[in-house]
């Protein structure tokens, strides 16, 4: 229950097409959906986040997409860069589970030139 | 700010030795949380604190690591034992109580365990 799922483990894109990872979770009390950025070498950061009331956050380039019925969610990064490489995390929290986060397993995205 | 500042960066010891990784998060956050990250594995949570206080250690792999936040400023993660699985990267995290989704990571210490 407390799982999230994340998928693909890894994922190459040619510069300047569309990256979608996909993930999904069982928990309907997770109320915050965020994802974080990984670059080698370096600890996460948070690149964008949702509420489940909202249906699409866009940022730039990045954009979630959330179904709160399919209890699934996914982001897009739309003319994906070189730059854009690195490992990506979903995550949920929650306030009634004392606002731990729960991270799935990251997609290692590479973007070829 | 500085960010959340982890020492030491890089840690290499024998098996049986004690190791005490070190955290200072940002100033005037109300949580502290310290993960472990391997490639099999993936980013676990070990422990996080609210206000200094342990809320959940459920995460913590057995009694050989411990852990504590004396003040707001400081946290230390131990490790003694240590055995060579327990190599990986250890990041420290903090964040504020009203955007506790948003952590703000530590650079991580690398320790690896001979």
């Known amino acids: 229950q407390q799982q999230v799922k994340q998928s693909p483990q890894s994922l190459i894109v040619q510069k300047g097409g569309i990256s979608i990872i996909n993930c999904a979770y069982e928990n309907t009390a997770f109320d915050y959906f965020p994802w974080y950025q990984q670059f080698p070498g370096k600890g996460p950061a948070l690149l964008i986040a949702?509420?489940?009331?909202?249906s699409e956050k866009k940022e730039g380039r990045f954009t979630i997409s959330f179904n709160k019925s399919a209890k699934q969610f996914s982001l897009h990064i739309m003319d994906s860069q070189p730059g854009d490489s690195a490992t990506y995390f979903c995550?949920?929290?929650?306030?009634?589970?004392?606002?731990?986060?729960?991270f799935g397993p990251g997609t290692s995205l590479s973007v070829i030139p | 700010d500085a960010g959340v500042i982890q020492s030491p960066r890089h840690e290499v010891t024998e098996m049986g030795q004690e190791v005490t990784l070190r955290c200072k998060p940002i100033?005037?956050?109300?949580?502290l949380f310290w993960y472990r990250q391997t490639m099999m594995r993936g980013l676990e949570l070990l422990i996080y604190f609210n206000n200094n206080v342990p809320i959940d250690d459920s995460g913590m792999p057995e009694d050989r690591f411990s852990a504590k936040m004396p003040n707001a400023s400081f946290s230390t993660l131990k490790i003694q034992p240590s055995e060579p699985r327990d190599s990986a990267v250890y990041f420290c995290a903090s964040s504020l109580l009203r955007l506790s989704y948003e952590q703000y990571f530590g650079p991580g210490t690398r320790l690896t365990v001979t």
């Open positions: 995550a949920a929290s929650s306030k009634t589970s004392y606002d731990k986060v729960i």
């Open positions: 949702i509420r489940p009331d909202v």
């Open positions: 100033s005037g956050h109300d949580y």
